[in-house]
T-cell receptor, first 115, second 119 residues
Framework: AQSVSQHNHHVILSEAASLELGCNYSYGGTVNLFWYVQYPGQHLQLLLKYFSGDPLVKGIKGFEAEFIKSKFSFNLRKPSVQWSDTAEYFCAVNAVGGGSYIPTFGRGTSLIVHP | DTGVSQDPRHKITKRGQNVTFRCDPISEHNRLYWYRQTLGQGPEFLTYFQNEAQLEKSRLLSDRFSAERPKGSFSTLEIQRTEQGDSAMYLC?????????????????FGPGTRLTVL
């Protein structure tokens, strides 16, 4: 069974600072990778996803993530955060093939951006 | 925008009572997922359907939990004899899973959730 680890549980930044949130997973096979965001009072929304191809994926609102297969990582980045990026961020992994299909989420990172 | 809807949004019940939640997915989506989320944690997978077939069920899921998707459209999640530990947000998500061709995989779209409080 796969697992997902998000290293930073709480991150506090000032506006215009750069952001990198770590995500590592444990699964030896092919995976689909996702970052979801949950703004205060709203439901989970997809930020970006990786299925195959270019390991550098771009999502909404200026976010990007890089899949590094050798490191089992899918870190989320944004060069300059805004106050409106204050939210909870979740990394998720779907194992592809192998019979069992159980999507796994990390425990989330709470991001607070000060204006 | 007809996204995933869930009903009710909030449910307060007494320990030992049964509760039922409903999820209406995006209309053309063939997969439907149920998750549970507690404070400070990510969504925890409970079960999922492809059309009306329940394909996976978490081994952590108690026998008190049952889910159905009778016509491959909406789904219900029932919890029998609720316990205080069942208090959580119950999330539903739907997706269009492509059975052949690229890309292989699905993207889940989440509903607003049902917050259950068991007193």
């Amino acid at each position: 069974a796969q697992s997902v680890s998000q290293h930073n549980h709480h991150v506090i930044l000032s506006e215009a600072a750069s952001l990198e949130l770590g995500c590592n997973y444990s699964y030896g096979g092919t995976v689909n990778l996702f970052w979801y965001v949950q703004y205060p009072g709203q439901h989970l929304q997809l930020l970006l996803k990786y299925f195959s191809g270019d390991p550098l994926v771009k999502g909404i609102k200026g976010f990007e993530a890089e899949f590094i297969k050798s490191k089992f990582s899918f870190n989320l980045r944004k060069p300059s955060v805004q106050w409106s990026d204050t939210a909870e961020y979740f990394c998720a992994v779907n194992a592809v093939g192998g019979g069992s299909y159980i999507p796994t989420f990390g425990r989330g990172t709470s991001l607070i951006v000060h204006p | 925008d007809t996204g995933v809807s869930q009903d009710p949004r909030h449910k307060i019940t007494k320990r030992g009572q049964n509760v039922t939640f409903r999820c209406d997915p995006i209309s053309e989506h063939n997969r439907l997922y149920w998750y549970r989320q507690t404070l400070g944690q990510g969504p925890e997978f409970l079960t999922y359907f492809q059309n009306e077939a329940q394909l996976e069920k978490s081994r952590l899921l108690s026998d008190r939990f049952s889910a159905e998707r009778p016509k491959g459209s909406f789904s219900t999640l029932e919890i029998q004899r609720t316990e205080q530990g069942d208090s959580a947000m119950y999330l539903c998500a739907s997706s269009l899973f492509r059975l052949a061709g690229e890309p292989y995989g699905d993207t889940q779209y989440f509903g607003p959730g049902t917050r259950l409080t068991v007193l």
